[in-house]
């Protein structure tokens, strides 16, 4: 599959492993960095929650408006942002400025896709493989992924742990971080520019009849249903999910634990390495039972594992249970993608894949402002597993209600 991709295939490849790599490396360290610039609880999880926010709103513009303008052009736009936000949480502590820099570009608390990267990519390599191969090739984009964050997180708290050794402060170790992050933000901008046209829409779809005001704003027509359907749900499964954010996760094992960042790193990658074995497999479950009941039969399972971490009496159970979830818990994510390809028409991809992604971003912003004050009250700080598990469970049932009868083309 790697070997028969494209020379742009193989970018987006380069440019998804150098993204993840900058989210994992960020995201470890960064509620930690925001606390030691002199934030409360309120305020980091207030801070997240615009960060996810302005996320949203610049990649609904972007991933709408991308095969209609450009899609490189629009990824460059992107990493522009990822630049902006880099460069100016490391060099401010003033609260406005961070919210600025926050709500405006590209930051990742989750060590997950966020920005306008993932949906356009999603649009272009679906170019070019055939509807067979898709999910394979997703699955793939996934493992580097997965994989990249996991090395990112891994080199995020060695280089902190080292540099606390060697005498550096605990807020200089943690902008170094940031730091890093920015020129990660300039690598990518400059790998953008070397994509082809052919990572372009193709001209000449089969949305020439469709002229409604909707797909002049938003870039749908024919799916417009499916796909609003989808956001919906895929909404509650991010807001489930932004309760245990991985700089979040991260916290709660430095507070309840005391583990320190060197290890927060091999913990998360870990967990990483773990999640993309679990999207690579994921493919091969999707090839015998389908994308849809692959989403639903392996989430469940994740979301029970994910509620009994905080009921481990110690820290060595609480990561084998943590990691046992990892090896499960992205087996939905290359299968949704696939999924939401499919059942759009190809020039309908980077606005679906955007709308949907965004849906999901708007989720995830609203939960961290909730979890922020239980993580400060220890006798509420194991809560937000508990309620992320349970809506998530209930997000399977009714995605699993709502389309398990609409099949994507190479299932029917």
């Known amino acids: 599959m790697l070997r028969a991709l494209t020379p742009d295939g193989s970018f987006l490849f380069i440019t998804r492993i150098a993204r993840m790599f900058g989210y994992g490396f960020l995201s470890l360290v960064l509620v930690l960095y925001l606390e030691q610039v002199g934030l409360n609880q309120f305020q980091i999880g207030l801070l997240l929650t615009l960060t996810l926010i302005g996320d949203t709103i610049i990649s609904l513009w972007i991933t709408t408006n991308a095969d209609r303008f450009g899609r490189r052009r629009m990824l460059i736009l992107g990493a522009f ?7 100016l949480f490391a060099t401010t502590r003033n609260f406005l400025f961070l919210l600025i ?12 896709e966020v920005g306008p990267f993932l949906s356009i990519e999603q649009a272009a390599l679906s170019q070019i493989v055939s509807d067979e191969k898709r999910t394979h090739l997703f699955a793939w984009y996934n493992l580097v992924g997965s994989f990249a964050t996991a090395l990112g997180a891994l080199g995020g708290g060695g280089l902190v742990q080292a540099l606390q050794d060697s005498g550096v402060s605990a807020l200089g170790s943690y902008r170094t971080i940031v730091i890093g992050y920015a ?4 690598l990518l901008g400059v790998l953008f520019t070397r994509l082809s046209p052919a990572v372009e829409v193709r001209a000449g779809g089969d949305s020439s009849h469709f002229t ?8 749908l027509h024919r799916s417009r249903g499916v796909v ?30 005391n583990v320190q960042p060197a290890i927060l790193g091999s913990i998360f990658f870990g967990a990483n390495i773990l999640a993309g ?3 690579l497999t994921a493919a091969w479950v999707a090839s015998r039972i389908g994308l849809i009941r692959t989403m639903v039969f392996t989430h469940i399972p ?30 939905d994510v290359p299968t949704r993608q696939s999924y939401t390809m499919a059942v759009v028409a190809p020039d309908e991809r980077s606005a679906a894949a955007g709308i949907t992604g965004i849906a999901r971003t708007t989720g995830a912003s609203l939960s961290p402002v909730i979890t922020g004050p239980l993580l400060a ?15 998530k469970i209930i997000y399977d049932l009714i995605l699993y209600r709502s389309f398990k009868a609409i099949k994507p083309p190479e299932e029917e």
């Open 81 to 87: 942002l990822m630049v902006f936000a880099g460069i």
């Open 101 to 112: 820099a926050a709500t405006i570009g590209v930051i990742s608390p989750s060590g997950y």
């Open 183 to 186: 020129i990660i933000g300039v």
């Open 212 to 219: 409604s005001d909707f797909k002049t704003r938003f870039g």
């Open 228 to 257: 609003l359907k989808l956001s919906a749900l895929f909404s509650i499964d991010a807001f489930a999910g932004g309760f245990v954010l991985q700089s979040l996760l991260a916290y709660w094992f430095h507070v309840r634990f």
């Open 277 to 279: 074995f679990s999207a």
């Open 302 to 331: 994740s979301n029970i594992l994910l509620m009994l971490v905080p009921l481990m009496p110690n820290l060595p159970l609480t990561i084998a249970v943590l990691l046992l979830r990892f090896s499960i818990s992205q087996m």
């Open 377 to 391: 009250n220890a006798a509420l700080m194991n809560v937000p597993f508990f309620l992320s598990g349970g809506l």
